[in-house]
């Protein structure tokens, strides 16, 4: 057994640690066969020559993360103990604002894999970007095509989804169409009102500069100087994505999201988002971002959900497969 010890320089001991220092107990369940002890500026770690080399790496990384950002969160240290976790501190990552929102808000890539969503967007004119609930993955979309707007490299940001929810029936829902269809757009106006000031955002889309709409309003238009979105995406059919796809103009971004874990089609019914993943994967100017439990920005309990759940439907997979056998 060797012990080591890590002298934290220019940073309180305290913030870094949080109350009872808990974050300190977070980053120890990443090292269960070390003993990890702070007592004042001091982290004496005890253990396994190689454990202990690789506790030192990662806790380089938190303490420059920290005084880059004077913040320290449970997803950043997960994010961190990645073996990618370098890259949150990589020049022009992290720091990057991608548009000022409403009261001076700063809106920013805050995950590894939204920083590479960032990037794929930059590089490419379609963008697939597919992962759990709370990873960012539409909110991302949102900021990256208000700030195209800001910029004037679009001429209007188009917002839209399938109207398919758990089950119901557009029919049976109060009100004239807009009034049916708001409830579904809901995420979407939510991400745009941190964004942008309400008085401003009722003109914009009162005068089709941002226009929200659902997918079956897509068909036969071409889509051309716009940042245009598709959310909620696995809930699309094949003959409903192909439809969303061909209608690219010359001059816009698309970006398409969507959590292959919430499809809401009939059972025999593919999901047009997995067809399309599998269809052009690989074709130039197409990404595809698969984002992940590191990335939910969620309360804490959304990622424990997400990982308990998972888990659960694997092992009836499982029982169903060996019940078949």
Do not use: C, W
């Not at 950043?76 to 604002?97: A, P, Q, Y």
């Not at 003109?203 to 659902?214: K, N, S, T, V």
């Not at 984002?291 to 439907?313: F, N, P, S, T, W």
């Amino acid at each position: 057994m060797l012990e080591n010890k890590i002298e934290i320089k220019g940073i309180n001991p305290a913030e870094l640690f949080g109350v009872n220092n808990v974050k300190l107990k977070y980053i120890r369940s990443f090292f269960p066969k070390l003993k990890i002890a702070a007592r004042g500026n001091i982290v004496t770690v005890t253990g396994d020559e190689e454990m202990i080399q690789e506790f030192g790496k990662k806790f380089d990384l938190i303490l420059r993360h920290f005084n880059k950002f004077n913040n320290l969160t449970e997803n950043n240290i997960d994010n961190l103990m990645m073996d990618e976790g370098s890259k949150m501190l990589s020049s022009g990552n992290g720091s990057e604002i991608l548009v000022h929102g409403n009261h001076g808000a700063q809106i920013k890539a805050k995950t590894i894999n939204q920083r590479k969503l960032v990037d794929l967007v930059n590089k490419n004119d379609m963008v697939f970007a597919v992962g759990p609930a709370g990873t960012g993955k539409t909110y991302t979309a949102v900021a990256l095509a208000v700030r195209a707007l800001k910029a004037k490299e679009v001429k209007r940001i188009i917002l839209t989804r399938p109207a398919v929810e758990a089950g119901e029936n557009l029919g049976f829902l109060p009100g004239d169409l807009k009034e049916k269809l708001d409830p579904y757009l809901m995420p979407l106006y939510d991400a745009l009102r941190d964004m942008i000031p309400p008085e401003k955002l009722a003109d914009m889309i009162e005068f089709g500069i941002i226009e929200i709409a659902p997918l079956a309003f897509m068909r036969g238009r071409t889509l051309d100087k716009a940042f245009v979105i598709l959310d909620e995406a696995q809930n699309t059919t094949t003959m409903q994505i192909k439809m969303f796809l061909t209608r690219m103009g010359k001059s816009a971004k698309f970006a398409i999201t969507g959590d292959m874990s919430q499809v809401d089609l009939p059972r025999k019914q593919k999901s047009g988002l997995a067809f399309a993943l599998d269809a052009l994967s690989g074709v130039d100017g197409v990404g595809i971002i698969r984002m992940g439990q590191a990335d939910v920005m969620r309360h804490k309990l959304v990622k424990k959900i997400i990982v308990a759940m998972d888990k659960a439907e694997s092992e009836k997979d499982k029982k169903q497969d060996s019940s078949q056998d």
